[in-house]
């Protein structure tokens, strides 16, 4: 099989990018000194993090001129994400650090002020110079996964191919091509099969590729652009009394049958079923290790092996959480909450999800007067590899109240009133999934983590969940209201229609179900065909 090389030197998820290469028919060499990069015939250069710290990283290995003299050669050089804005001059994000200078102009910050930032998800790159033909196998119609807060608004780009994507009113560079050169803001190898045939067009030399062939269909819909309504596929995964590691589900968070000997319901092998949910449309897929609070995580090498597996036939973005927090090791040694995640990273995970430690993050945060500590996890793990990977699943609960002056939290005015009659609620956040109730509220604890580094919240609601009854909309407005950084709402999707309501009645920037795709009642396929039937913009896996 043929060889590319590549240039590892900020890993984060890198061997989703290596599982994707070699579904295309090929190998990976990696580039371990600068010398190697004499020799190499083919570089992909991906980036993860900050744009300093990939500079700094860069720069310090002795990595800057080999790279640039290697792009001038003109051999084949691609960018990925932080790859490719290190090619440019310099990001605000970190302005003390200047990029490599090899195209014009520097990486802006999204304006938060009208939307989520970081941008999160599925937006198109559609090709601006060659409209008559299909750059590096992009297409018009299809959509990549963008996970990033900086990007190169389009102008001043004159004599470089671009494909571009708009977030907001905001246009900007999705890929930009001259020469040997292409580098893509989005994430090829996360980006279903569409991002895999860039990859292949890449590796080989496929520069452009005649357009003529698309339906009209095809073609109209090319005109469609923008961020598209995510639809998360969520495994919430445990060992059974057998010892198996299944998909369960539970109702209220209670995974335990009501009838035949009361055992963890079993719905279903991971792996297995993130591979259909993929395949079907997902446009991510979320593993909960619901009991790793019992467990200590680096023993739990079941959900390690989970995510290798799973990233072989998943080109979709993968959380993973449960148990992401300082723990004790079997031998007493302590593994930071970072090595557990970098852990989980190297296995093919994209984000980690926390849950239990981000509560007690906040309440010590609170504690000291809104300052940070430093040393949280979501705090050590963000600094690394940047928010968008640092994602925290809240597991709220209603507690009625009959006036907003009985509680101290933050309260809301609700439709749907308590046993007593009572008109206003607050949300709980709990511990240990639900087990454990803290006086902490949802608002508290969101801007907390918001600050800390989290990049987006999964928003969960015990009440809600496995009950099929549609989503809480009231906690999913007081959540969005909290924060800037991107909400995925969670909780109680029992058919499409709750896709629909979540979308039009919140500004919610995804929506995650489990239930009931795990007992089959409706597929995401089915999901994303309704949301499209009423004017919804959604992504179609295309083969
Ligand atoms: O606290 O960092 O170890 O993380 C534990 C993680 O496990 C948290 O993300 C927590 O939400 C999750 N978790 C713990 N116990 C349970 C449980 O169910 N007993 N699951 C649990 C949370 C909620 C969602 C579910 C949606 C949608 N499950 O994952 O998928 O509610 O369900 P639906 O569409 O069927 O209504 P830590």
Same mark, same amino acid.
């Given at each position: ?12 998820? =890198? ?21 190697? !990069? ?61 990029? %490599?200078?090899? =195209? ?30 299909? !750059? ?95 639809? =998360? ?33 079993? %719905? ?85 999800? =926390? ?189």
């Amino acid at each position: 099989m043929p060889t590319v090389y590549l240039l590892d030197t900020v890993s984060g998820n =890198i061997r989703s990018l290596v599982n994707a290469i070699e579904r295309v028919g090929y190998t990976v060499e990696w580039i371990k000194s600068p010398s190697d !990069l004499e020799t190499a015939e083919s570089v992909i250069f991906p980036g993860v993090g900050h744009f300093g710290h990939c500079m700094s990283t860069l720069s310090k290995a002795g990595y800057i001129e080999p790279l640039k003299r290697f792009i001038a050669s003109g051999k084949p050089f691609m960018g990925i994400c932080v790859g490719m804005q290190a090619l440019f001059e310099g990001s605000e994000e970190d302005p003390a650090y200047p990029g %490599l200078g090899v =195209i014009p102009g520097k990486l802006k910050l999204f304006d938060s002020s009208t939307k989520a930032v970081p941008h999160i998800g599925w937006n198109s790159a559609a090709t601006r110079a060659s409209p008559d033909g299909s !750059l590096y196998g992009l297409r018009p119609h299809s959509k990549y996964y963008y996970v990033h807060s900086y990007a190169r608004p389009v102008e001043g780009l004159e004599g470089w191919d671009l494909a571009t994507a708009k977030y907001g009113d905001e246009e900007f560079v999705g890929a930009v091509s001259r020469g040997n050169i292409m580098a893509t803001q989005f994430h090829p190898e996360k980006s279903g099969y569409a991002g895999l045939a860039v990859l292949k067009a890449f590796l080989t030399q496929t520069r452009l590729t005649p357009l003529s062939g698309l339906a009209t269909e095809v073609k109209e819909r090319a005109s469609v652009g923008g961020l598209t309504r995510r639809v =998360i596929a969520c495994l919430d995964v445990r060992t059974n009394d057998d010892g198996d590691l299944v998909v369960t589900k539970g109702d209220q968070y209670d995974v335990r049958e009501k009838a035949d000997g009361n055992g963890v319901r079993n %719905l279903g092998k991971p792996v297995e079923m993130a591979r259909k949910y993929f395949e079907d449309g997902a446009d991510e897929v979320t593993f909960l290790n619901i009991t790793s609070f019992r467990n200590c995580p680096v023993r739990d090498l079941p959900m390690l092996e989970v995510l290798r597996k799973a990233s072989e036939t998943v080109f979709v973005p993968l959380t993973i959480g449960g148990g992401i927090r300082d723990v004790v090791d079997t031998d007493g040694s302590i593994v930071s909450a970072l090595d557990v995640a970098t852990m989980y990273f190297k296995s093919g995970a994209d984000k980690v999800s =926390i849950g239990s430690d981000a509560v007690t993050a906040a309440e010590e945060f609170y504690a000291r007067g809104k300052t940070l500590l430093g040393t949280a996890a979501i705090e050590q793990i963000s600094k690394a590899y940047g928010n968008q990977a640092v994602v925290v699943s809240v597991d709220p609960r209603r507690v009625y109240v009959s006036a907003p002056s009985a509680t101290p939290r933050n309260t809301i005015k609700t439709a749907f009133p308590g046993p007593n009659g009572e008109a206003y609620c607050w949300y709980q956040c709990t511990i240990k999934g639900g087990r454990e109730g803290r006086d902490l509220d949802v608002q508290q604890l969101v801007q907390a983590v918001e600050a800390m580094g989290a990049g987006e919240i999964l928003l969960n609601c015990i009440d809600k969940d496995g009950t099929n009854s549609g989503f809480d909309l009231e906690l999913i407005r007081a959540v969005k209201q909290a924060v800037k950084i991107p909400v995925i709402a969670s909780s109680g999707a029992g058919n499409p229609a709750h896709f629909e309501e979540v979308f039009r009645e919140t500004t919610t920037d995804a929506a995650l179900g489990a239930g009931m795709f795990h007992r089959g009642e409706y597929t995401v396929r089915q999901v994303k065909e309704f949301l499209e039937g009423k004017g919804l913009l959604v992504r179609n896996e295309e083969k």
